[in-house]
């Protein structure tokens, strides 16, 4: 294209100027001349500079150097003047079209510190392998512009295709990659056959990585040394994201076990009472009926039954915990009286606490709440059961409801121990122990977990004279229809 445009603008050129040739100098003539040779360069490169050359200095011989018409040069002043015009005009070519090089390869030369610069904000994202793996060979075929990439990994000694984007390898071409094939494979990234496999190894910290296998390489240099670049930061993100996985499962792996550890502590806290207890009593009864009165039998039937119905409460939270953790749990929301709630729980809790104090203070005038009954219900027993477990034989139990800021709020209360402030915080937290041997197991886990699934809040408070209250949230207040 630059020699035809040379070409063409030295012709109309010479046109223009034919009907002026009376009026200009010969050097003028070859002044204006060297607009084509430009424009060639600039268009085609020095070789079609150099065509724009050879027609500027017909056009200037034929039309502007006497005799004219003719290739016939006559005076040795014009053949100077021709000679001068060509060499001038070679000169002015090989000056354009070295600017005209050093203009493209600055600019190649941004274009690749941009691209690279987009390449390593693409690689240093969190992403998994295999998101990476793709990303790599995506972000290699659309910036090289070749027909297909293949990223290769070794897999117990054997390459594997983990990534492939555009036409991928054919079989023969994937045998031939193949370490143990004996045939001789393209590596690097110096120019061959366009269509030619070529392999680019992938390697972090002097280890192997993988292989990124391209069908052809860039056309340029510029770009053959940025897939250089490309392939050691491909590399290093790669081993990354393998270490930030290997990490991760490490962190997992170290978290089922604190869980694990965790839950076994948490069953063997709410366990050890119970089954104790049942033991001692089954055992007394087992061995010395004969001798044990009636009420002293009945109290240790009594305490069984109890301590039964507490391991009840446990396996109960135990799946409870299950169905949250499988996301198997699900809200069923009724209209529901806060006092049916409470009444329901404390005849679940009967034989427990049949020889407690409990003071239940729920008016009649309460609004109803738009709850699940089943849920909200063993949240009430769980609470009811840690202030059972805390609270001293004398002690009373005190259940109460009341409106605040329009919430209808329940809450337990004891006059046990309470909780130290350091471990407020946490007492709600999976599986928490204390060293003091306080308030721990799954039972208060759970009642926060079934409160916040109603999108409600729970939250602990010093009770009045000592002991702890357990307060939630049960919904805004109705009234007894059930509007707002």
């Keep these: 294209m630059g020699s035809t445009v040379g070409v063409a603008c030295a012709l109309a050129l010479g046109g223009a100027l034919l009907p002026l040739r009376s009026h200009i100098s010969v050097s003028t003539a070859a002044l204006v001349l060297v607009v084509p040779v430009v424009l060639g360069v600039v268009l085609g490169g020095f070789l079609a500079g150099t065509v724009s050359v050879i027609a500027g200095f017909l056009v200037y011989d034929y039309e502007f150097i006497p005799p004219y018409r003719t290739l ?47 390449l390593s904000e693409l690689l240093v994202q969190d992403q998994s392998v295999e998101e990476l ?44 990659l193949d370490p143990g094939s004996g045939l001789t494979v393209s590596v690097g990234t110096t120019a061959q056959s366009p269509s030619e496999v070529r392999t680019i190894a992938l390697s972090a910290s002097g280890r192997p990585v993988g292989i990124l296998a391209m069908h052809g390489l860039p056309s340029s240099e510029t770009d053959r040394e940025i897939l250089s670049t490309f392939a050691n930061d491909a590399a290093l993100a790669l081993e990354r994201a393998r270490l930030r996985e290997q990490a991760l499962r490490t962190h997992l792996l170290e978290e089922v076990d604190r869980l694990r550890h965790g839950l076994m502590g948490a069953i063997s806290h709410d366990l050890r009472t119970p089954l104790a207890t ?34 009840t409460r446990l396996v109960t939270n135990l799946l409870d915990m299950t169905r949250i953790e499988a996301g198997v749990f699900s809200v069923r929301r009724s209209l529901t009286s806060v006092r049916d709630l409470v009444n329901d729980a404390l ?72 909780v130290a402030p350091a471990h407020r915080e946490s007492i709600f937290d999976r599986f928490a122990q204390f060293d003091t041997g306080g308030r721990a197991g799954l039972g208060l886990t759970i009642a926060r977990t079934f409160v916040e699934a109603h999108g409600e809040r729970i939250w602990y408070e010093e009770a009045d004279g000592g002991g702890a209250r357990f307060v939630f949230s049960l919904g805004p207040a109705r009234d007894v229809s059930g509007e707002l």
């Design 133 to 176: 793996l793709d990303q790599i060979v995506i972000a290699a075929r659309t910036l090289f512009d070749v027909p297909g990439v293949t990223l290769l990994v070794l897999d117990e000694g054997r390459l594997r295709v983990a990534a492939t984007a555009g036409e991928p390898l054919s079989h023969d071409e994937l045998r031939r």
């Design 347 to 418: 005849n679940a809790l009967g034989p427990a606490l049949s020889e407690r104090t409990i003071v239940v203070r729920v008016p009649e005038s309460l609004p109803k709440v738009n709850v699940d009954p089943l849920i909200m219900g063993q949240v009430l027993i769980n609470l009811l059961d840690n202030a059972d477990r805390h609270c001293p034989d004398d002690g009373t139990i005190t259940v109460a409801a009341d409106v605040v800021d329009n919430q209808v709020r329940l809450s337990v209360a004891d006059q046990g121990p309470g």
């Design 278 to 311: 049942i033991k001692v009593a089954s055992s007394t009864l087992a061995n010395r009926a004969n001798l044990l009165s009636p009420d002293d039998t009945y109290e240790l039937h009594h305490l069984i039954e109890v301590e039964s119905d507490r391991l």
């Design 72 to 118: 016939n040069v006559g005076t040795a002043q014009n053949w100077t003047a021709l000679i001068v015009y060509v060499v001038v005009m070679l000169l002015i070519a090989r000056v354009v079209a070295s600017v005209d090089r050093a203009r493209t390869e600055a600019r190649r030369s941004g274009e690749a510190t941009k691209r690279l610069y987009e």
